[in-house]
């Protein structure tokens, strides 16, 4: 049985028991290491980014967190207890939802039973369980879960297209689907794997939005994976930078901006994209690199 886990004592704010507690991942995919001793710590109510170049890892991390990959060593804490070895539906259950890089929804159905689909990882799941989940307590959840998928259709601004099939819709708006199944699994944390990727600046901005809601509307910690630094940069608490593999650093967004390794791993990579631009101003003027 696995322990609680506590953060080291820290200067300022009492600290609190991480989310969810990454403990030296390594995965390795026939001789090719994706993940190297990768560990970070996701504190409750914050808004936490991993960037990196191209190739870096992060889907990789990402797949082993939600339970697709198990890791050849190192551990996987959710709110105290080790998942590493537990399977995807229960870690959603536990309240771990995810978004998918490349959207994962069933594009011939309607929003609606798009967005039903998300509270499958809560149904009962044994023969007891099923026996007594019956009359009463029943409609009561059936209820409860309408009242659910009201609100994140009313939250996420989908209402007008609740009964389009997803195909109909653009990118933009599907990927607001997508995370409106994510929200109706009620997770604790939110895992968004590239939310604004593909998205014009508009959609993006929505996006945005939507991110900062989730987590101040309805206190959900937020995990994602992007690359749009400015967005990270503008959101995030908390960000960890992956290369081959490795956490090269960690910290608030105007600490990683300004770490010589960061931005000599992305000049190095050639994916620079809007960091250059960000940093610009900073750290390549004052001549860090
Ligand atoms: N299923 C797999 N089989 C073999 N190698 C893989 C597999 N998935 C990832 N890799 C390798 O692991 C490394 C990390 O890949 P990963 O997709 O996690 O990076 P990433 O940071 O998500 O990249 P991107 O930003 O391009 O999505 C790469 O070298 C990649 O080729």
């Known amino acids: 049985m696995s322990q609680?886990?506590?953060?080291?004592?820290?200067?300022?704010?009492?600290?609190a028991t991480p989310l969810l507690r990454i403990d030296g991942l390594?995965?390795?995919?026939?001789?090719?290491?994706?993940l190297s001793d990768v560990s970070f710590d996701v504190v409750p109510g914050s808004i936490t980014?991993?960037?990196?170049?191209?190739?870096?890892?992060?889907?990789?991390?990402?797949?082993?967190?939600?339970?697709f990959y198990r890791p050849n060593s190192g551990q996987v804490y959710f709110?105290?207890?080790?998942?590493?070895r537990l399977p995807t539906p229960q870690r959603a259950k536990m309240g771990l939802?995810?978004?998918?890089?490349?959207?994962?929804?069933?594009r011939g159905m309607t929003v609606l039973d798009n967005i039903k689909l998300g509270r499958h990882a809560h149904l009962k799941s044994n023969v007891l369980d099923a026996?007594?989940?019956m009359g009463r307590a029943r409609r009561e959840e059936a209820a409860l879960r309408a009242d659910i998928e009201e609100r994140i259709i009313d939250f996420l601004e989908i209402d007008h297209i609740r009964h389009a099939p997803v195909s109909a819709l653009s990118y933009g708006l599907q990927k607001r689907v997508e995370m409106a199944r994510a929200l109706a699994?009620?997770?604790?944390?939110?895992?968004?794997?590239?939310?604004v990727a593909g998205m014009n600046r508009e959609e993006t901005e929505d996006m945005a939005r939507f991110i900062l809601d989730?987590?101040?509307?309805?206190?959900?910690?937020?995990?994602?994976?992007?690359?749009?630094?400015?967005?990270?940069?503008?959101?995030?608490?908390?960000?960890?930078?992956?290369?081959?593999?490795?956490v090269i650093a960690q910290g608030t967004p105007a600490m990683v901006q300004s770490d010589p390794e960061v931005i000599r791993a992305y000049l190095g990579s050639g994916d620079v994209g809007d960091l250059r631009r960000k940093l610009q101003a900073g750290a390549i003027a004052e001549g860090v690199v």
Do not use: C
């Open 26 to 34: 390594t995965l390795a995919f026939r001789g090719v290491r994706a």
């Open 79 to 84: 709110k105290g207890q080790d998942i590493t």
């Open 97 to 106: 939802g995810r978004s998918f890089q490349n959207i994962a929804l069933f």
């Open 185 to 195: 699994m009620q997770p604790e944390i939110l895992m968004l794997d590239e939310p």
């Open 214 to 246: 989730v987590r101040e509307e309805w206190g959900i910690t937020v995990l994602m994976v992007e690359h749009d630094m400015g967005m990270v940069m503008d959101l995030s608490d908390h960000v960890v930078v992956l290369n081959f593999g490795q």
């Open 49 to 67: 980014a991993v960037i990196g170049p191209n190739g870096a890892g992060k889907t990789s991390l990402f797949n082993t967190v939600s339970g």
């Open 131 to 133: 026996l007594f989940y």
């Open 4 to 15: 609680p886990i506590e953060t080291e004592p820290q200067d300022g704010p009492v600290s």
